[in-house]
Nanobody, 117 residues
Framework: QVQLVESGGGLVQPGASLTLSCAASGRTFSSYEMGWFRQAPGKERVFVGSITWSGERTSYSDSVKGRFIISRVNAKNTMYLQMNSLKPEDTAVYYC??????????WGPGTQVTVSS
């Protein structure tokens, strides 16, 4: 089992950058594929991107591709989401998640990101 906690959210202006962190507990962090999701006010939670257990492969939604970068440091049990060229439509609560197979089994409580001038 793994417990996840996001950090690094805040209020930024359009065009700015922000990096979120997802800290995991447990010794098996490196066994999990990790993902980022977000939920805007009044909308469903949607996939942002993911990274394989080794960090060799990443995938992104079309809305963030080319602007966001996901990375992980297994030795630190931490995953990162570097967000560049932020837009007001990126405003959401951001969640990290972990899975072994197809279902995202573990979730963090989320961190708020607000992009506004």
């Amino acid at each position: 089992q793994v417990q996840l906690v996001e950090s690094g959210g805040g209020l930024v202006q359009p065009g700015a950058s922000l990096t979120l962190s997802c800290a995991a507990s447990g010794r098996t962090f490196s066994s999990y594929e990790m993902g980022w999701f977000r939920q805007a006010p009044g909308k469903e939670r949607v996939f942002v991107g993911s990274i394989t257990w080794s960090g060799e492969r990443t995938s992104y939604s079309d809305s963030v591709k080319g602007r966001f970068i996901i990375s992980r440091v297994n030795a630190k049990n931490t995953m990162y989401l570097q967000m560049n060229s932020l837009k007001p439509e990126d405003t959401a609560v951001y969640y990290c998640a972990a899975r072994i197979a197809t279902q995202w089994d573990y979730w963090g409580p989320g961190t708020q990101v607000t992009v506004s001038s």
